[in-house]
Nanobody, 124 residues
């Protein structure tokens, strides 16, 4: 059974940075995707960034060049480095894990089997 626990959220001024972490326990598939999603107030949850078992990444257009997804396999930890934060980045951020279908990490939420509880990021 896989459990995901996010940390690192908080309040920051616009232009600042935060690094989110997602600690995983339990085993994943040999080919997998791990992703960050966020849910802004009053909006649906959306994909932000994803990384596969080989380290290939993809990002939402709104965060490209500002956010970086990475993972440390030795620590079973997923990261989201967020730079140049904007007020519109304010959201609850979730990490998720799923099987890599067709060798591609989409932002389709139904592709992700495991979810963390979320960590709040507030940018003012």
């Amino acid at each position: 059974h896989v459990q995901l626990v996010e940390s690192g959220g908080g309040s920051v001024k616009a232009g600042g940075s935060l690094r989110l972490s997602c600690q995983r326990s339990g085993y994943l598939w040999k080919t997998y995707c791990m992703a960050w999603f966020r849910q802004r107030p009053g909006e649906s949850r959306e994909g932000v960034g994803a990384i596969d078992h080989n380290g290939n990444t993809r990002y939402a257009e709104s965060v490209k060049g500002r956010f970086t997804v990475s993972k440390d396999n030795t620590k079973n930890t997923l990261y989201l480095q967020m730079n140049s934060l904007k007020p519109e980045d304010t959201a609850m951020y979730y990490c998720a894990a799923g099987f890599a279908r067709n060798g591609y990490c989409s932002f389709l939420q139904s592709n992700y089997n495991y979810w963390g509880q979320g960590t709040q990021v507030t940018v003012s």
